[in-house]
């Protein structure tokens, strides 16, 4: 059985038909939004994260029609160009801007989720603290960070957000010590460069098998 709703998504008004059944990941990822992945069956790994009215939900644990008449926000909202494709490349926001420059991605495939996670708390704390940002991301699960560089981009784009200058690599403590600084010795090699598909994947890009559709 399918029924009609209309969704709230990134500002826009979606009338559509759905089973009663659906889930708002399988609507929002049919609808093209990328970004939002699916991690498991159960809603714990928190890669399935959206933003319903401001506060970060699993979409694979919510039914679509849950969301009727409530404010969806994916991470294509983020930043100056929402729309969906490869080509709007340019106008990040400051979080999707320090995953960038931190190094903060690696696979990617839990990054949208972080920034979010993240987005949702720099709005109700613009100055959080270290233990504040690691509970907010906590709840998306990542096995390739150890979470020490993303802890460091949002605390270096909570800063950009307040105005304050910020260099790009801030300090955040470990508990198994600081990490080495780098030596800047050679011209190329040894220095820091931005990862090829970090821009693509901080916006929610497709960039994995399961984005592909069949045409």
Known sequence: MKIKITLHINGIDREIEVPTHATLLST????????????????????DTVLL?????????????????????TIEALGEHPEQGWKHTDGLHPLQKAFVMTGAIQCGYCTPAQILAAYALLKKNPNPSEAEVRAAISGVLCRCTGYLKPVQAVLQAAAVMRGEETSQQRSVKWEFGNVAPEKKTWQTVGKPEIKVDAVKLVQG???????????
């Open 28 to 47: 929002l990822r049919g609808l093209g939004f990328h970004g939002v992945k699916f991690g498991d069956e159960q809603g714990l790994s928190g890669a």
């Open 53 to 73: 009215d401001g506060k970060p939900v699993n979409a694979g644990s919510l039914l679509a029609a849950q969301a009727e008449g409530h404010k969806i926000a």
């Open 205 to 215: 890009k497709p960039a994995f098998a399961a984005d592909i559709e069949k045409r």
